[in-house]
């Protein structure tokens, strides 16, 4: 499965979920780009600050915050590390409808 493939069914899959806001889409978007960059490798290990950059976000609160909200909503299974020498792993799960 590639990044286009998955973000065109996130976009499918948010089209009924009110929950979602632009700065999700920023953020699954940054996700998905960072993915490509790397070889399309699921999960991802990543920290914070290069997704922050990717979509544009100046706050780490957001970031962790929208996050967070993507893996309780199904979109995707986040693994914090909790340990700054180690980024978060980030695993892209096959979307189904989500509303």
Sequence with gaps: ?????????????????????????GVFAALVQYRMQNG????????????MAI?????????????RELSEYGYIRYEPSFNRLKGSKIYFVEISDQA
């Design 1 to 25: 499965m590639d990044g286009l493939y998955n973000l065109s069914d996130f976009f499918d899959a948010i089209d009924t979920d009110p929950r979602i806001s632009t700065t999700h889409i």
């Design 40 to 51: 399309f490798i699921n999960p991802i290990q990543v920290f914070a600050r290069e997704i």
């Design 55 to 67: 979509a544009k976000l100046s706050s780490a609160i957001t970031y962790h915050k929208r996050v």
